[in-house]
């Protein structure tokens, strides 16, 4: 099975930057569509962003133009690029598993989670 660790969360301020980083290893790792939920107290997780194994992305429309998805499959990374962050980005970050790649979005596998808080 795949295993996700997620790094590189922290505090940021607004109009900033940040890269999360989500290490994957596993025997099919590289083959696994990818992606990034978030989650505050009180509230369901939520979709951010996901890749394919290919590179093809897709994005929630709150980070769309914001945040950038990539994947190194040499490395078994997947990274998510957070530019000019809002403080509604605060929240903890999930790296995922896909089950496939579109929408809807479900996840075989999760990260432990990273937080990300966005100070105004």
């Known amino acids: 099975q795949v295993q996700l660790v997620e790094s590189g969360g922290g505090l940021v301020q607004a109009g900033g930057s940040l890269r999360l980083s989500c290490a994957t290893s596993g025997r099919t790792s590289s083959s696994y569509a990818m992606g990034w939920f978030r989650q505050v107290p009180g509230k369901e997780r939520e979709f951010v962003a996901a890749?394919?194994?290919?590179?093809?992305?897709s994005y929630a429309d709150s980070v769309k133009g914001r945040f950038t998805i990539s994947r190194d499959n040499a490395k078994n990374i997947v990274y998510l690029q957070m530019n000019s962050p809002k403080p509604e980005d605060t929240a903890v970050y999930y790296c995922?598993?896909?089950?496939?790649?579109?929408?809807?979005?479900?996840?075989?596998?999760w990260g432990q989670g990273t937080q990300v808080t966005v100070s105004s």
């Open positions: 995922a598993a896909l089950r496939k790649y579109g929408s809807p979005w479900y996840a075989d596998r």
């Open positions: 890749i394919s194994w290919s590179g093809s992305t």
